[in-house]
């Protein structure tokens, strides 16, 4: 997609509010996972970035894609996503989930990249890091923020929200709202009879495997990712015309409009919004410690299926906590329904590395993703989970990647 596209999606707003036509922007948000059109500074002149939270409404950007803020605009927009969209929330109920902890001395902790040494600190620097948590065995072994980020702010998680999604749509069945993942689509958006969707399952879906044609092209103006609606109903219309190009279920296609549906999927079964349901099902019982907030399609309308919930870093950890968990609540009830976390982290069809909306490393260990650093990490064998926050200066990077992966190798080492 041309850079001046997605600007175009992004006007101007004044002193605190910005205009709902941001919302334009979702098509941009919700895959650009896989987007390389960003363009890198030099890693040398990569500044350590430290923005005074007192300061953000003045640094929030005034216009431009989210894909190319830059420096303090960045910092102040990831943090401050609810005063540039709009957004539904996700309440805290009276009791929270308390994280003892048990500190590890990470003060020598070092490793490697292409030969060079580096610390913690250095990757705090170096990766653009707002929050990291590693939690082992429940609790807490390391809390360290930058950026100008404390424990009770909040932080886009931009894809990540699309491991929520998958979450969300297990504890639907074992309400008996979604019969399971067997079922076909249309059965719960019959606007889609008659399309390509015709015999597509929601776990194709779940995969991003429905078989329909579409075009991630983002350097193409004319692509699917750069025409197609914000409307939710326009763009199951969009989606529906769209030629089959393999059987549902064979062929992975990370695809924008697939993520949208897996949230609209929900949201028609239970008859209520994600945000709600998120709130009653798993934020207030387990025990989350904040409020958060879910960027919708406009005002009152349906949540970003696979976009922008903003969360703290340590409430992250606790829903991290929660899947490795199978989704059991504090008090031993199951949201989820048995081995759906086993079945959701399992190898499809159509790709070794995608399960039902998780990144999978073929190891045993598994991630929920967003773009500009942000992540969990998953090793369920050694009872370890690993969340990162952060504002790398582009969407993504094989460099800062690097860096991550083998700090989560030391850090596991280290145990």
Known sequence: MKITKCR??????????????FLKLSVCLLSVVLATSAVAQPESELPNRWLDPAQDIQNLPRDGSILFWSGDQQIAGFRNISLLSPVRYINRGENVRVLPKAPVDYSNLAYSVDGQQYSLQDFMRHNHVAGLLVLKNGEIAHEAYGLGN??????????MTKS?????????????????VEDMVTDYLPQLKGSSYDGVRVRHVLQMASGTAWDENYADPQSDVATSPNDMLQLMQFMGSKPRVAEPGERFNYNTGETNLAGAIVRAAIGNNLAAYLTEKIWKPYGMESDATWISHGPNAGELGGCC???TLRDWGRLAMFAMSNGVLPDGTGILPQNWMKD???????SDNYGYLWWLNGDGTYRASGIFGQGIYFNPAEDLIIVVQGAWPQATGARFATHRDALFKAIEASF
Request: charged letters at 10%.
């Open 344 to 350: 959701s982290t399992q190898a499809s069809p159509g």
């Open 8 to 21: 175009q999606a992004f006007l101007s707003y004044g002193t605190v509010a910005i205009s709902d036509t």
């Open 150 to 159: 404390r424990e009770d702010h909040l932080w886009v998680s931009f894809s």
């Open 309 to 311: 919930i903003s969360a």
């Open 164 to 180: 929520v999604v998958s979450m969300l749509t297990g504890a639907a069945i074992t309400d008996g709202y979604i019969g399971s």
